[in-house]
């Protein structure tokens, strides 16, 4: 997965919900704009275009900046390695 400044791309909120439909579907779509180190790790910076919460569309976050980790970091609560960012 080559995520770079550009790519459409889909970030989920939780690292155990990957639903798309749904009452477990959490997550927003955007452009990424920037990736950058923010807050002690490289970071995607991703221009939110649709934003999904409990599986409803809303837009309250339409329009602002988000900054999930790049895949491939260390997850110091799961042990394993963040990949809550997929190309769409």
Request: net charge negative.
């Amino acid at each position: 997965m080559n995520i770079q400044v550009g790519s459409k791309v889909r970030s989920f909120d939780f690292d155990h919900h990957r639903d798309v439909t749904g009452e477990e579907a959490f997550y927003v779509e955007g452009e990424v704009v920037d990736i950058r180190e923010w807050a002690g790790c490289e970071r995607y910076v991703i221009l939110i275009e649709k934003q999904v919460f409990a599986g409803k569309e809303q837009d309250s976050h339409v329009g602002t900046l988000t900054h999930p980790p790049v895949n491939g970091l260390l997850n110091i609560v799961t042990g394993g390695k963040t990949d809550g960012v997929e190309l769409l």
